[in-house]
């Protein structure tokens, strides 16, 4: 590449190691906890360990056996839909928390800011037993709401609401984490735009559609594909509130919990290799096309 | 840790395996490993000679136990750890095992996952140590449990015969006679829930090893294993439509509280009489009083509940055995504690920090029976517990992938509990799965 290009113009240049010894440092790591692992995953995906029989190598029967497995396509398609619906959600409230603090109409809004931040630093885990507990329709929150008001709130922790009640978790965790994001690019775009715009007789949504929108553009997709990711690595709250709904949430509930479980009860570490590298390439896949969507329309 | 301790009995609940699946099945000679010879000398040399032993275990009453030991062997030193309760425990052993590294001398398992470690040949086979000749020590279930295909793969810690456990307050507040059918505690339940709507018979969200011990005391046989490779499944004979056609109308009538086991809630509930009944193995005593100290003097300990009026069948629910695990290096030593722990002097040490024995001879004798317990109104439960010990129906056996298909139970037949489902169906959708898994892993199921 460059160093061909180099080579060309001064073709007598002796090669040079500098930039190697600068690189790497950074490269042995990489190497060492990135591609080392997923070249292992990619290598024991190949094999199947059977309780008889040991262990042999049987090429891509693994990918073809996840790519009919009912499981996983029900794991996938749940992590899907709450991608599609929770996603959108959390990102809406973010936005409209960032444009509200920023509009500098807010009585304190260094408070708001903060305050709406805080779920992000409480812990996943911890905050996946906090609500599960008021989930509780039987010594819960929920109980006791049914129970002073003598109605009957359809039980979060059961099957059909929760992974409503999950996505819920997520985007109080998530909301001040996007929010900060979307906040932090607002603060930067320059004052002298929003004096023109005012010269030239703006409203406020007017600013924001044409100014800050376009402005936030790149912090948007980022925030976007990072919720898409943690949206398919859901994992965290299943497995906590599993032992407060353990029917409802199934050992294939979410593709990664999915390959937990494999790994983990039924010793199927080779399968579940496989299912956590078709994951890894979906989710691949999915934010590379966002990526490349969001950043055209930015250009 | 005690509170771990208990939540494992409490899951594993399915536990104790019956395996008859005998020395009879065995007749080809490729089937019992022989395992290697170590005599009552190399054991005692090794005992003098002394060494360390490292033992994976969450049961508490082990620790005092290898005090003890040590104490009379100054030169052994034991250390004792507790890797997570049962499933958890077993994934951490797994995963030693795997990597070559960190396995125990000792390990606890339970009746249930112990053929799963025998067929891979991960627990040594003792039976060439003298093992075989402790077969009348220990009680017959027991005993079935940790000789699954021939060989003699750990000795029994403890077991868990099935009682009925009943808050005798709830009973009769609402006047309502104990049970001595299943079909009288279906009335029973109706009852109490008319009489209080805030009281149920019990409760129960879905539990592999809740289900497989009451179909075991129906006398279902949904297990068969013969060799090593032969595995049928079957959740549809007479002992298990007893039990789908009795807990069906429990789920649809909504009789059964949903009160998840071994959690705080439960416990509460077990000690204000919110759960007026319990249905589980003989080492519940001590968690009761523990965990639920406000239902001192309530509770009482009847036979369980039986299928035909005047039977006396029973089952086992839960229940472990040590193994010594075949990469360890002090065989001879570790099989010394073993014996100690499990049918010399360490019985004893262990009863007397609440262990429920396997020996028969601690069973049966008078000071074991004839003790008053102040938490059940000075009912000697331990009497109730020795008859049914003896009561457990015989031929049941667990699959040597039992702990895999525990883990899928919520998948199957859990779903009976929250949705439409019928848990015959959840059953059958169980049985299938199992024998899926089965097949990919190298077995001939059906």
Same mark, same amino acid.
């Given at each position: ?56 190598? *049987? ?9 009919? =497995? ?31 603090? =920023? ?18 630093? *409480? ?18 929150? *929920?109980?006791?709401? @049914? ?12 099957? =059909? ?13 998530? *909301? ?79 593709? @990664? ?43 | ?11 594993? #609940? ?24 170590? &005599? ?122 099935? !009682? ?13 006679? !104990? ?44 297990? &068969? ?10 959740? #549809? ?94 065989? #001879? ?8 722990? &499990?049918?010399?002097?360490? !019985? ?9 024995? #396997? ?33 457990? !129906? ?53």
């Amino acid at each position: 590449m460059t160093t061909a290009q180099a080579a060309l113009v001064k073709p007598r240049r002796r090669r040079s190691w500098t930039g190697w010894q600068f690189v790497g440092p950074f490269m042995a790591v990489f190497t060492l906890v990135f591609l080392a692992p997923i070249a292992y995953s990619i290598y024991i995906s190949l094999f199947k360990t059977r309780l008889i029989g040991g262990t042999s190598f *049987v090429g891509l029967e693994n990918y073809q056996q996840a790519l009919t =497995d009912p499981n996983f396509w029900d794991g996938l398609g749940r992590v899907a839909i709450f991608l599609l619906v929770q996603v959108p959600i959390m990102l809406g409230i973010a936005l409209v928390a960032a444009l509200a603090i =920023d509009s500098g109409r807010l009585h304190g809004a260094n408070f708001f800011r903060i305050a709406i931040f805080l779920p992000y630093a *409480v812990p996943a885990v911890v905050a996946a037993i906090m609500w599960g507990f008021m989930y509780g329709n039987q010594f819960g929150l *929920v109980g006791n709401i @049914n129970e002073a008001f003598g109605i009957n709130i359809p039980a979060p922790l059961g099957p =059909d609401w929760i992974l409503t009640s999950i996505g819920n978790i997520v985007t109080w965790e998530f *909301v001040g984490y996007n929010m900060l994001i979307f906040y932090s690019a607002l603060r930067v775009i320059p004052n002298s735009l929003y004096e023109a715009a005012e010269i030239d007789g703006a409203g406020q949504f007017r600013i924001i559609r044409s100014i800050k929108l376009p402005a936030i553009r790149g912090a948007l997709v980022i925030a976007t594909i990072f919720s898409i990711i943690g949206s398919f690595q859901l994992f965290t709250e299943p497995s906590i509130l599993q032992k407060l709904a353990p029917n409802a949430i199934t050992t294939f509930f979410t593709p @990664n919990y999915y390959a937990y479980s494999l790994s983990f009860n039924g010793q199927q570490y080779n399968y579940s290799a496989t299912i956590a590298i078709i994951m890894g390439l979906v989710t691949m896949i999915i934010a590379y096309v966002i990526q490349l969507r969001g950043m055209r329309k930015g250009s | 840790m005690m509170y771990t301790s208990r939540r494992n009995l409490l899951r594993l #609940a399915g536990a104790a395996a019956f395996a008859t699946v005998a020395l009879s099945a065995c007749g080809n000679d490729d089937d019992a490993p022989a395992g290697e010879t170590v &005599t009552a000398d190399d054991v005692t040399k090794a005992l003098t000679d002394g060494g360390e032993l490292l033992i994976w275990s969450w049961d508490t009453t082990i620790k005092p136990t290898a005090d003890a030991f040590m104490a009379k062997y100054p030169k052994v030193k034991i250390s004792v750890v507790n890797a997570g309760t049962n499933a958890d425990q077993y994934v951490a052993l797994q995963n030693a095992l795997q990597a070559g590294k960190g396995v125990p001398d000792l390990a606890h398992i339970e009746y249930y996952a112990l053929s799963q470690f025998a067929l891979q040949k991960q627990v040594a086979n003792i039976a060439g140590f003298g093992a075989t000749a402790l077969k009348d020590k220990f009680a017959p279930g027991p005993w079935n449990g940790v000789t699954p295909n021939g060989g003699v793969f750990g000795l029994p810690l403890d077991s868990g015969p099935m !009682v009925l456990y009943y808050n005798k307050e709830v009973f009769d507040k609402h006047s309502i006679a !104990v049970p001595e059918t299943w079909e009288q505690y279906y009335e029973a339940a109706k009852k109490l829930r008319a009489a209080d709507p805030n009281v149920y018979i019990a409760s129960d969200s879905g539990d592999a090893g809740t289900t497989t011990s009451m179909i075991w005391q129906a006398g279902g046989k949904p297990y &068969t294993v013969s060799g090593e490779k032969d595995v049928t499944i079957n959740f #549809a004979d007479a002992g298990a439509q007893k039990y789908t056609t009795l807990w069906q109308k429990m789920i649809d009538e909504k009789l059964l509280s949903s009160i998840s086991g071994w959690t705080d809630e439960w416990f509460q509930a077990l000690g204000n009489g919110t759960l007026a009944t319990l249905v589980v193995g003989a080492w519940m005593p001590s968690n009761l009083v523990s965990g639920s100290p406000n239902g001192a003097g309530k509770w009482r300990v009847a036979k369980m509940p039986q299928w035909e009026a005047g039977g006396n069948a029973s089952a086992e629910n839960g229940g472990s055995a040590m193994s010594v695990m075949e990469a360890s290096t002090r065989k #001879a030593l570790a099989y010394g504690f073993l014996d100690y722990l &499990t049918n010399g002097e360490g !019985v004893k040490t262990r009863i007397d920090n609440g262990a429920f024995p #396997a020996t028969t001879a601690d069973l049966n004798s008078p000071e074991f029976q004839g003790k008053e317990f102040p938490y059940f109104g000075g009912q000697k439960i331990n009497e109730l517990f020795a008859a049914s010990s003896a009561a457990v !129906v015989p031929g049941w056996q667990y699959l040597p992938f039992q702990v895999y298909a525990n883990s899928i139970f919520k998948d199957t037949a859990g779903q009976a509990y929250i949705t439409p489902t019928k848990l015959a169906d959840g059953l059958k959708a169980w049985q299938d799965a199992s024998i899926k898994y089965g097949n990919e892993q190298g077995f001939t199921a059906k």
